[in-house]
């Protein structure tokens, strides 16, 4: 995303490096010195007509729409994974033993093994890559992490 914004930005200050001539000749336009030191003196460049020229602008504002949609969609999806979070415990026999102790019904455990396959037939049918925008997401191994852990608390 960062690399999508700085490539439309770099673009953008492309032509604060092409100097503007002197009268239509091929001669730069002299820098002009400034008697005050603390200020720089300008460099006489393309930037400030390009930078408001109405087709730049037009051309980067789609840029800008499709990263922050990229963006966007990243983190939904990212936010969807989350809520698996909490399988990834380690001591996975401490939290089965606390559950356990709590004097728990048949029908407990049967919700909570039901709760696990659950998941793990449902990731079954998501896609294992995901295409948002041109990025390709690959989910192969969180999927495999995901059936490993969702089989690791049923069996403790």
């Known amino acids: 995303m960062n690399s999508i914004r700085h490539s439309a930005h770099g673009i953008s200050q492309l032509p604060k490096h092409f100097v503007r001539w002197l009268r239509g000749t091929c ?18 460049t393309f930037y ?9 602008v037009s051309t980067l504002k789609p840029v800008r729409s499709y990263a922050s949609g990229l963006i966007t969609s990243i983190n939904q999806t990212l936010t969807l994974l989350l809520t698996y979070n909490d399988l990834w415990k380690s001591d996975k026999q401490k939290y089965t033993s606390r559950f356990a102790l709590k004097s728990r019904t048949y029908s407990d455990y049967d919700e909570i093994m039901k709760i696990f396959s ?14 948002i925008y041109s990025i390709e997401l690959c989910f192969k191994q969180f999927h495999q992490a995901l059936k490993y852990h969702c089989k690791e608390w049923i069996n403790h």
Do not use: A, R, W
């Open 27 to 44: 001669i730069s336009c002299p820098v002009i010195p400034i008697l005050d030191g603390n200020l720089e003196s300008p460099h006489f």
């Open 48 to 56: 400030n007509d390009v930078k408001q020229h109405p087709d730049v």
């Open 118 to 131: 659950k998941i793990n037939q449902t990731f079954d049918y998501y896609l294992i890559n995901k295409n």
